[in-house]
């Protein structure tokens, strides 16, 4: 088995003696080549000759940013036709949050997720996922209008100028643009399959996986009844009071969150979502800030990408 090592050198846990490790031990199993990435977009260039190069594994080493750029690279536009030769894709933490690989039941630990990679290989071990995309990018575990986006671009802004990444300064920010968005005034209707559209939404979260994100080692379930072998699912928040958010907050970090409210839309399961805006307002795609936005359809695609990873 032929395998590249797409590592991240400047993702927030990878370090110089983790990486070696890690190519020392994946080395011991398959054909291993070693590529670090040097700048946006790299990683989807090298995804892209992975595959050209009829590669059989990609290793991501790196956050959910390197991730999604992979998996950009392998599957190129949604509008191509899904290419039944792409390589398998395995990942191996390396960021601050690294959603997409705790959410397919990778360890949190790099050196855990080593492990558990190598068990996986050898037996053979894979799943086919599905995915979502929008504005001509796919994301795997979740997309955002409004507050989300409105942290993450924050977020970017504080890491180019050289602050670390961690869970507190997430939070930090996200409290500091909820009270920043309370003044505004709500901008989004959801069009829904089926339904009629609905307005008065402040921000809306689209994900394609539950848990889309974590708070240390704490899950947050806002669509409990997704998965990556489900449709998206949809939590969209029509109140940005104090009170009814904290109840909302508090039901999806419940232990077996199922978060329901009044001012709350939420679906589970659906094939695809339009979001449209009155003003321009910020997205994120997997916690990449893509700018503003007036319009933006989600849509889910199911079993497209082969992943290595324990059964469901």
């Known amino acids: 088995m032929r395998a590249l090592l797409i590592v991240n050198p400047h993702a927030t846990t990878t370090t110089p003696a983790g990486r070696d490790r890690l190519a020392h031990a994946l080395g011991g199993a398959v054909a291993l080549t070693v590529a670090h990435t040097t700048h946006r977009g790299h990683a989807a260039e090298l995804a892209r000759s992975a595959h050209a190069d ?63 990679l190598l068990g996986l290989l050898a037996e053979r071990t894979h799943r086919r996922i599905g995915l979502g995309h929008c504005v001509g990018r796919w994301f795997v575990f979740n997309a955002g209008l409004g507050l989300d986006a409105q942290v993450c671009e924050a977020i970017d802004i504080s890491r180019d100028g050289g602050k670390r990444v961690t869970t507190a300064r997430y939070v930090r920010h996200a409290i500091a643009q909820f009270f920043a968005s309370k003044r505004a005034e709500p901008a989004l209707t959801v069009e ?121």
């Open 54 to 116: 009829g590669m059989d594994v990609i290793v991501a080493h790196g956050g959910d940013g390197t991730v999604n750029e992979i998996v950009n690279g392998l599957l190129g536009s949604p509008s191509d036709p899904a290419d039944p030769t792409l390589p398998l894709l395995a990942v191996v933490p390396g960021g601050s949050a690294n959603v997409f690989a705790r959410s397919l039941g990778m360890s949190a630990d790099p050196m855990e997720a080593t492990e558990q």
């Open 192 to 312: 829904l399959p089926g339904r009629d559209p609905v307005p008065g939404v402040y921000y809306a979260f689209v994900s394609n996986s539950s848990p889309w994100t974590f708070l240390d080692t704490r899950p947050v379930h806002t669509n409990p009844g997704t998965s990556f072998d489900t449709g998206l699912g949809v939590f969209a928040m029509r109140t940005m009071a104090v009170l009814p958010s904290l109840r909302v907050i508090a039901q999806f970090l419940a232990r077996n969150g199922d978060p329901r409210s009044k001012h709350l839309l939420r679906a589970d399961d659906v094939e695809r979502v339009r979001v449209i805006s009155s003003r321009p307002i910020g997205l994120q795609v997997d916690g990449d800030y893509l700018g503003l936005h007036e319009e933006v359809e989600f849509v889910s695609v199911p079993a497209i990408l082969d992943v290595v990873a324990p059964a469901r």
